[in-house]
Protein backbone atom coordinates (compact mmCIF):
# COMPACT_ATOMS: atom_id res chain seq x y z
CA UNK A 1 0.00 0.00 0.00
CA UNK A 2 1.22 3.52 -0.70
CA UNK A 3 3.39 4.99 -3.36
CA UNK A 4 5.88 2.65 -4.74
CA UNK A 5 9.61 3.76 -3.20
CA UNK A 6 13.03 2.21 -3.45
CA UNK A 7 14.90 1.27 0.10
CA UNK A 8 14.16 0.37 2.99
CA UNK A 9 10.33 1.02 4.55
CA UNK A 10 11.56 2.49 7.68
CA UNK A 11 7.60 3.52 8.13
CA UNK A 12 7.40 -0.67 9.03
CA UNK A 13 9.74 -0.38 11.05
CA UNK A 14 8.21 2.83 12.82
CA UNK A 15 4.42 1.49 13.45
CA UNK A 16 6.37 -2.42 14.44
CA UNK A 17 7.84 0.03 17.29
CA UNK A 18 4.61 1.43 18.35
CA UNK A 19 2.98 -2.21 18.18
CA UNK A 20 5.83 -3.42 20.76
CA UNK A 21 5.29 -0.12 23.08
CA UNK A 22 1.57 -0.62 23.05
CA UNK A 23 1.91 -4.44 24.09
CA UNK A 24 4.16 -3.64 26.74
CA UNK A 25 1.59 -1.14 28.30
CA UNK A 26 -1.32 -3.16 27.47
CA UNK A 27 0.06 -6.06 29.37
CA UNK A 28 0.53 -3.95 32.11
CA UNK A 29 -3.38 -3.78 32.38
CA UNK A 30 -4.76 -0.87 34.83
CA UNK A 31 -1.93 1.71 34.54
CA UNK A 32 -3.46 5.27 32.92
CA UNK A 33 -1.38 5.18 29.49
CA UNK A 34 -3.22 1.51 28.70
CA UNK A 35 -6.39 3.51 28.10
CA UNK A 36 -5.24 5.57 25.36
CA UNK A 37 -4.14 2.52 23.27
CA UNK A 38 -5.65 1.15 19.92
CA UNK A 39 -7.64 -1.65 21.92
CA UNK A 40 -9.65 1.23 23.41
CA UNK A 41 -11.08 2.26 20.14
CA UNK A 42 -11.61 -0.28 17.94
CA UNK A 43 -12.44 -4.30 17.70
CA UNK A 44 -8.34 -5.42 16.84
CA UNK A 45 -5.57 -4.35 18.87
CA UNK A 46 -1.80 -4.26 18.51
CA UNK A 47 -1.53 -7.68 18.18
CA UNK A 48 -3.29 -7.98 14.39
CA UNK A 49 -1.00 -5.05 13.36
CA UNK A 50 2.01 -7.05 14.93
CA UNK A 51 1.02 -10.20 13.11
CA UNK A 52 0.09 -8.19 10.28
CA UNK A 53 3.70 -6.62 9.84
CA UNK A 54 5.44 -10.13 10.83
CA UNK A 55 4.02 -11.38 7.80
CA UNK A 56 4.72 -8.54 5.35
CA UNK A 57 8.61 -8.63 6.80
CA UNK A 58 8.50 -12.30 6.17
CA UNK A 59 8.02 -12.32 2.57
CA UNK A 60 10.61 -9.53 2.41
CA UNK A 61 13.68 -11.38 4.58
CA UNK A 62 12.69 -14.64 2.37
CA UNK A 63 10.30 -15.04 -0.44
CA UNK A 64 12.46 -13.60 -2.67
CA UNK A 65 15.57 -16.14 -1.65
CA UNK A 66 12.94 -18.51 -2.32
CA UNK A 67 11.96 -17.68 -5.66
CA UNK A 68 15.53 -17.14 -6.97
CA UNK A 69 16.78 -20.37 -6.97
CA UNK A 70 17.58 -20.69 -2.71
CA UNK A 71 14.16 -21.90 -1.90
CA UNK A 72 16.33 -24.38 0.91
CA UNK A 73 18.31 -21.63 1.94
CA UNK A 74 14.86 -19.49 2.65
CA UNK A 75 13.15 -22.45 4.11
CA UNK A 76 16.57 -23.03 6.57
CA UNK A 77 16.76 -19.55 7.77
CA UNK A 78 13.43 -19.18 8.51
CA UNK A 79 13.71 -22.80 10.36
CA UNK A 80 16.63 -20.78 12.56
CA UNK A 81 14.17 -17.60 13.07
CA UNK A 82 12.05 -20.18 14.73
CA UNK A 83 14.23 -21.84 16.69
CA UNK A 84 15.47 -18.14 17.77
CA UNK A 85 12.37 -17.40 19.24
CA UNK A 86 12.03 -20.97 20.55
CA UNK A 87 14.66 -20.10 22.51
CA UNK A 88 14.07 -16.63 23.60
CA UNK A 89 10.40 -17.98 24.58
CA UNK A 90 11.75 -20.71 27.11
CA UNK A 91 14.18 -18.25 28.70
CA UNK A 92 11.60 -15.76 29.16
CA UNK A 93 9.31 -18.45 30.53
CA UNK A 94 12.23 -19.92 33.04
CA UNK A 95 13.11 -15.77 34.21
CA UNK A 96 9.28 -14.75 35.04
CA UNK A 97 8.77 -18.58 36.89
CA UNK A 98 12.10 -17.09 39.10
CA UNK A 99 10.64 -13.44 39.35
CA UNK A 100 6.53 -14.96 40.42
CA UNK A 101 8.70 -17.42 42.62
CA UNK A 102 10.77 -14.77 44.52
CA UNK A 103 7.89 -12.46 45.34
CA UNK A 104 5.58 -15.47 46.72
CA UNK A 105 8.75 -16.20 49.08
CA UNK A 106 9.41 -12.43 49.93
CA UNK A 107 5.68 -11.54 50.06
CA UNK A 108 4.50 -14.66 51.91
CA UNK A 109 1.76 -14.80 49.38
CA UNK A 110 1.89 -18.31 48.06
CA UNK A 111 -1.26 -18.08 46.00
CA UNK A 112 1.17 -15.70 44.22
CA UNK A 113 1.99 -19.12 42.48
CA UNK A 114 -0.76 -19.59 40.28
CA UNK A 115 -0.41 -16.54 39.04
CA UNK A 116 -0.59 -16.01 34.95
CA UNK A 117 -1.02 -19.79 34.71
CA UNK A 118 2.28 -20.96 36.04
CA UNK A 119 -0.08 -23.47 38.80
CA UNK A 120 0.92 -25.98 37.15
CA UNK A 121 4.64 -25.39 36.99
CA UNK A 122 5.01 -25.29 40.45
CA UNK A 123 2.31 -28.26 41.42
CA UNK A 124 3.14 -30.72 39.03
CA UNK A 125 6.55 -29.63 37.40
CA UNK A 126 7.72 -32.74 35.82
CA UNK A 127 4.33 -32.61 33.28
CA UNK A 128 4.29 -29.00 33.20
CA UNK A 129 7.96 -28.78 31.51
CA UNK A 130 7.07 -31.06 29.15
CA UNK A 131 4.09 -28.93 28.70
CA UNK A 132 6.34 -25.89 28.28
CA UNK A 133 9.29 -27.70 26.21
CA UNK A 134 6.24 -28.32 24.14
CA UNK A 135 5.06 -25.16 23.49
CA UNK A 136 1.20 -26.85 25.02
CA UNK A 137 1.55 -24.91 28.19
CA UNK A 138 1.84 -21.31 28.36
CA UNK A 139 1.79 -18.65 30.95
CA UNK A 140 -0.43 -15.60 30.52
CA UNK A 141 1.46 -12.76 28.44
CA UNK A 142 3.29 -15.15 27.15
CA UNK A 143 1.62 -16.76 24.21
CA UNK A 144 2.63 -15.13 21.17
CA UNK A 145 5.93 -16.44 20.63
CA UNK A 146 4.62 -19.74 20.46
CA UNK A 147 2.25 -18.80 17.81
CA UNK A 148 5.49 -16.62 15.72
CA UNK A 149 7.09 -20.28 16.16
CA UNK A 150 4.10 -21.80 14.07
CA UNK A 151 4.29 -19.49 11.71
CA UNK A 152 7.81 -19.49 11.38
CA UNK A 153 7.06 -23.62 10.74
CA UNK A 154 4.19 -22.88 8.07
CA UNK A 155 6.55 -20.60 6.16
CA UNK A 156 7.84 -22.86 3.55
CA UNK A 157 4.62 -24.74 2.75
CA UNK A 158 3.05 -21.20 2.59
CA UNK A 159 6.07 -19.65 0.05
CA UNK A 160 6.40 -23.08 -1.88
CA UNK A 161 2.43 -22.39 -2.75
CA UNK A 162 3.36 -18.60 -2.93
CA UNK A 163 5.60 -19.03 -5.67
CA UNK A 164 3.10 -20.34 -7.88
CA UNK A 165 0.39 -18.03 -6.75
CA UNK A 166 0.25 -15.54 -4.17
CA UNK A 167 -3.58 -15.54 -4.50
CA UNK A 168 -3.66 -19.19 -3.92
CA UNK A 169 -1.64 -18.85 -0.95
CA UNK A 170 -3.79 -16.32 0.35
CA UNK A 171 -7.18 -18.43 -0.22
CA UNK A 172 -5.88 -21.69 0.99
CA UNK A 173 -4.81 -19.36 4.25
CA UNK A 174 -8.50 -18.33 4.16
CA UNK A 175 -9.80 -21.83 4.13
CA UNK A 176 -7.78 -22.80 6.85
CA UNK A 177 -8.90 -20.08 9.13
CA UNK A 178 -12.52 -20.74 8.15
CA UNK A 179 -12.18 -24.62 8.95
CA UNK A 180 -10.74 -23.39 12.40
CA UNK A 181 -13.66 -21.26 13.19
CA UNK A 182 -16.37 -23.03 11.90
CA UNK A 183 -15.14 -26.72 13.92
CA UNK A 184 -13.34 -24.95 16.72
CA UNK A 185 -10.40 -26.46 16.00
CA UNK A 186 -6.58 -25.20 18.24
CA UNK A 187 -4.16 -26.64 18.99
CA UNK A 188 -4.58 -28.17 22.21
CA UNK A 189 -3.03 -26.81 25.86
CA UNK A 190 -1.32 -29.69 28.17
CA UNK A 191 -0.98 -30.74 30.75
CA UNK A 192 -4.10 -28.07 31.11
CA UNK A 193 -7.28 -28.36 29.04
CA UNK A 194 -8.37 -26.19 26.45
CA UNK A 195 -6.68 -24.64 23.11
CA UNK A 196 -4.09 -21.92 22.80
CA UNK A 197 -5.31 -18.30 23.56
CA UNK A 198 -4.16 -17.70 20.20
CA UNK A 199 -4.76 -19.85 17.67
CA UNK A 200 -2.16 -20.65 15.27
CA UNK A 201 -4.76 -22.36 12.84
CA UNK A 202 -7.41 -19.06 12.86
CA UNK A 203 -4.20 -15.90 13.05
CA UNK A 204 -2.04 -17.76 10.21
CA UNK A 205 -4.84 -15.71 8.02
CA UNK A 206 -3.61 -12.14 9.78
CA UNK A 207 -0.02 -13.29 9.15
CA UNK A 208 -0.69 -14.28 5.30
CA UNK A 209 -2.41 -11.23 4.22
CA UNK A 210 0.83 -9.46 5.76
CA UNK A 211 3.09 -11.71 3.72
CA UNK A 212 0.59 -10.54 0.60
CA UNK A 213 1.50 -7.31 1.14
CA UNK A 214 4.74 -8.05 1.43
CA UNK A 215 4.82 -9.90 -1.44
CA UNK A 216 3.76 -7.15 -3.59
CA UNK A 217 5.85 -4.58 -2.15
CA UNK A 218 9.19 -6.63 -3.16
CA UNK A 219 7.30 -7.17 -7.03
CA UNK A 220 6.81 -3.20 -6.76
CA UNK A 221 3.30 -3.55 -6.86
CA UNK A 222 0.28 -1.84 -5.07
CA UNK A 223 -2.05 -4.93 -3.58
CA UNK A 224 -4.76 -2.67 -2.73
CA UNK A 225 -4.35 0.55 -4.70
CA UNK A 226 -6.08 4.08 -3.93
CA UNK A 227 -9.68 4.33 -4.45
CA UNK A 228 -11.68 7.16 -2.85
CA UNK A 229 -14.69 4.48 -2.08
CA UNK A 230 -12.50 1.79 -0.48
CA UNK A 231 -10.79 4.93 1.75
CA UNK A 232 -14.60 5.87 2.87
CA UNK A 233 -15.54 2.48 3.42
CA UNK A 234 -12.77 1.98 5.87
CA UNK A 235 -13.26 5.17 7.81
CA UNK A 236 -17.15 4.50 8.18
CA UNK A 237 -15.75 0.43 9.65
CA UNK A 238 -13.58 2.19 11.98
CA UNK A 239 -16.21 4.74 13.08
CA UNK A 240 -18.67 1.98 13.61
CA UNK A 241 -15.80 -0.37 15.24
CA UNK A 242 -15.47 2.50 17.12
CA UNK A 243 -18.80 3.03 18.48
CA UNK A 244 -19.43 -0.36 19.51
CA UNK A 245 -16.46 -0.45 21.76
CA UNK A 246 -17.54 2.62 23.61
CA UNK A 247 -20.87 0.97 23.92
CA UNK A 248 -19.64 -2.16 24.65
CA UNK A 249 -21.35 -4.33 21.94
CA UNK A 250 -20.16 -7.61 21.18
CA UNK A 251 -22.43 -10.03 19.76
CA UNK A 252 -23.08 -13.87 21.19
CA UNK A 253 -23.20 -16.51 18.76
CA UNK A 254 -26.58 -16.91 17.33
CA UNK A 255 -27.61 -13.31 17.11
CA UNK A 256 -27.16 -13.36 13.41
CA UNK A 257 -28.10 -16.15 11.16
CA UNK A 258 -24.28 -16.97 9.51
CA UNK A 259 -21.42 -18.08 11.41
CA UNK A 260 -20.35 -16.27 14.57
CA UNK A 261 -17.15 -15.74 12.72
CA UNK A 262 -18.05 -13.40 10.55
CA UNK A 263 -19.63 -10.78 13.03
CA UNK A 264 -18.32 -11.57 16.34
CA UNK A 265 -15.24 -10.59 18.11
CA UNK A 266 -13.21 -13.53 19.38
CA UNK A 267 -9.71 -12.65 19.79
CA UNK A 268 -8.74 -16.80 19.83
CA UNK A 269 -10.02 -16.89 16.58
CA UNK A 270 -9.17 -14.17 14.78
CA UNK A 271 -12.95 -13.44 13.68
CA UNK A 272 -13.52 -11.27 10.64
CA UNK A 273 -14.40 -8.08 12.40
CA UNK A 274 -10.94 -7.41 13.95
CA UNK A 275 -9.01 -8.28 10.64
CA UNK A 276 -11.12 -5.62 8.81
CA UNK A 277 -11.06 -3.63 11.55
CA UNK A 278 -6.75 -3.96 11.28
CA UNK A 279 -6.93 -4.10 7.68
CA UNK A 280 -8.81 -0.37 7.65
CA UNK A 281 -6.67 1.34 10.20
CA UNK A 282 -3.63 0.36 7.68
CA UNK A 283 -5.60 1.44 4.47
CA UNK A 284 -6.92 4.66 6.13
CA UNK A 285 -3.64 5.56 7.31
CA UNK A 286 -1.30 4.54 4.11
CA UNK A 287 -3.29 7.07 2.11
CA UNK A 288 -3.83 9.46 4.48
CA UNK A 289 -1.64 12.69 5.78
CA UNK A 290 -0.68 10.63 8.40
CA UNK A 291 0.94 8.03 6.49
CA UNK A 292 2.89 10.61 4.87
CA UNK A 293 4.40 11.26 8.40
CA UNK A 294 5.11 8.29 9.04
CA UNK A 295 7.25 8.20 6.12
CA UNK A 296 8.67 11.38 6.60
CA UNK A 297 9.94 9.66 10.22
CA UNK A 298 12.88 8.16 8.82
CA UNK A 299 15.04 5.32 10.20
CA UNK A 300 16.91 7.29 13.50
CA UNK A 301 13.23 7.93 15.52
CA UNK A 302 13.13 5.52 18.91
CA UNK A 303 9.77 3.32 17.34
CA UNK A 304 11.62 2.83 14.09
CA UNK A 305 14.95 1.57 16.14
CA UNK A 306 12.29 -0.64 18.21
CA UNK A 307 11.14 -2.01 15.59
CA UNK A 308 14.27 -2.79 14.05
CA UNK A 309 15.16 -5.00 17.53
CA UNK A 310 12.05 -6.35 17.30
CA UNK A 311 12.56 -9.48 19.02
CA UNK A 312 15.05 -8.87 22.30
CA UNK A 313 12.58 -5.91 22.63
CA UNK A 314 9.64 -7.58 22.64
CA UNK A 315 11.21 -10.35 24.89
CA UNK A 316 12.06 -7.76 27.47
CA UNK A 317 9.37 -5.83 27.64
CA UNK A 318 7.26 -9.07 27.90
CA UNK A 319 9.15 -9.78 31.03
CA UNK A 320 9.25 -6.03 32.47
CA UNK A 321 5.48 -5.88 32.15
CA UNK A 322 5.57 -8.96 34.37
CA UNK A 323 8.03 -7.39 36.54
CA UNK A 324 6.18 -3.80 36.82
CA UNK A 325 2.88 -6.29 37.98
CA UNK A 326 4.74 -8.14 40.72
CA UNK A 327 6.07 -4.85 41.64
CA UNK A 328 2.81 -2.68 41.82
CA UNK A 329 0.69 -5.20 43.62
CA UNK A 330 2.28 -5.37 47.08
CA UNK A 331 2.62 -1.30 46.80
CA UNK A 332 -1.05 -0.63 46.27
CA UNK A 333 -0.31 0.46 42.88
CA UNK A 334 -1.73 4.14 42.07
CA UNK A 335 -1.16 6.32 39.41
CA UNK A 336 1.52 8.04 40.52
CA UNK A 337 3.43 4.43 41.11
CA UNK A 338 2.20 2.91 37.41
CA UNK A 339 3.29 6.10 35.18
CA UNK A 340 6.60 5.14 36.74
CA UNK A 341 6.90 1.87 36.12
CA UNK A 342 5.43 1.77 32.67
CA UNK A 343 7.44 4.78 31.02
CA UNK A 344 10.70 3.56 32.97
CA UNK A 345 10.16 0.15 31.07
CA UNK A 346 9.52 2.47 27.88
CA UNK A 347 12.39 3.94 28.34
CA UNK A 348 14.31 0.69 28.83
CA UNK A 349 13.14 -0.99 25.65
CA UNK A 350 14.20 2.73 23.97
CA UNK A 351 17.78 2.46 25.61
CA UNK A 352 17.95 -1.90 24.83
CA UNK A 353 17.40 -1.04 21.28
CA UNK A 354 19.21 1.88 21.00
CA UNK A 355 22.11 0.01 22.05
CA UNK A 356 22.13 -3.17 19.85
CA UNK A 357 21.70 -0.80 17.20
CA UNK A 358 24.72 0.46 18.03
CA UNK A 359 26.70 -2.11 18.69
CA UNK A 360 25.62 -3.40 15.36
CA UNK A 361 27.17 -0.75 13.42
CA UNK A 362 30.19 -0.98 15.39
CA UNK A 363 30.74 -4.42 14.60
CA UNK A 364 29.95 -3.55 10.88
CA UNK A 365 32.34 -0.79 10.65
CA UNK A 366 35.15 -2.51 12.20
CA UNK A 367 37.63 -3.76 9.77
CA UNK A 368 39.16 -7.38 10.51
CA UNK A 369 42.82 -6.70 11.27
CA UNK A 370 45.31 -8.95 12.92
CA UNK A 371 46.51 -7.59 16.71
CA UNK A 372 49.24 -6.07 15.03
CA UNK A 373 47.16 -3.91 13.36
CA UNK A 374 47.63 -4.83 9.72
CA UNK A 375 44.95 -6.46 7.66
CA UNK A 376 44.45 -9.93 7.69
CA UNK A 377 46.52 -11.96 5.39
CA UNK A 378 44.36 -12.72 2.39
CA UNK A 379 41.69 -10.25 3.07
CA UNK A 380 41.65 -6.98 0.84
CA UNK A 381 41.75 -3.69 2.30
CA UNK A 382 38.28 -2.06 2.60
CA UNK A 383 37.90 0.60 -0.13
CA UNK A 384 35.09 2.55 -1.62
CA UNK A 385 33.81 0.39 -4.03
CA UNK A 386 29.71 -0.19 -5.91
CA UNK A 387 27.53 -3.23 -4.48
CA UNK A 388 27.89 -6.04 -6.28
CA UNK A 389 25.35 -6.92 -8.76
CA UNK A 390 23.62 -9.60 -6.93
CA UNK A 391 23.04 -7.02 -4.10
CA UNK A 392 22.33 -3.80 -6.39
CA UNK A 393 19.74 -6.15 -8.07
CA UNK A 394 18.18 -6.90 -4.94
CA UNK A 395 15.91 -4.29 -3.24
CA UNK A 396 17.02 -2.74 0.03
CA UNK A 397 14.34 -3.15 1.73
CA UNK A 398 14.58 -6.66 1.31
CA UNK A 399 17.28 -6.91 3.52
CA UNK A 400 17.94 -6.65 7.45
CA UNK A 401 13.95 -7.42 8.22
CA UNK A 402 12.74 -10.13 10.42
CA UNK A 403 9.43 -11.77 11.26
CA UNK A 404 10.22 -9.65 14.54
CA UNK A 405 12.38 -7.32 13.67
CA UNK A 406 15.95 -7.40 12.46
Same mark, same amino acid.
Given at each position: ?????????????????????????????????????????????????????????????????? =????????????????????????????????????????????????????????????????????????????????????????????????????????????????????????????????????????????????? =?????????????????????????????????????????????????????????????????????????????????????????????????????????????????????????????????????????????????????????????????????????????????????????? =?????????
Amino acid at each position: MGAIRRGRLDEIDTVRGLALATIFIDHVPGNPLDQLTIRNFGLSDATEMFVFLAGLAAALAYFRKF =TTGQPWTAAARAAKRGFDLYVVHLFCIVVVTAMVALTASVTLNPDKLDWINLGAVFKDPAQALIGLVALTHQPGYFNILPMYICFMLMLPVMMLIARASVGAMLAASATVWAIANITGLNAPQWPNDGGWFFNPLAWQFVFAIGF =TVGAGIMGRAQIVPYRAWIWWLAVAWLVVSLAMKLAAFYPEPGMLPIPFFLYGQDKTFATLPRILHMLAMVYVVAYSPLGARLRSFGAGNPFAIMGRQGLPVFATGSVLAVGAQLIREPLGGGWMLDMVLVLSGLVALVVLAGSLEWLKRRAAAKPAVTPAGAPKAGLPRPVASPQPATMRSQPAV =TRGLGPIGA
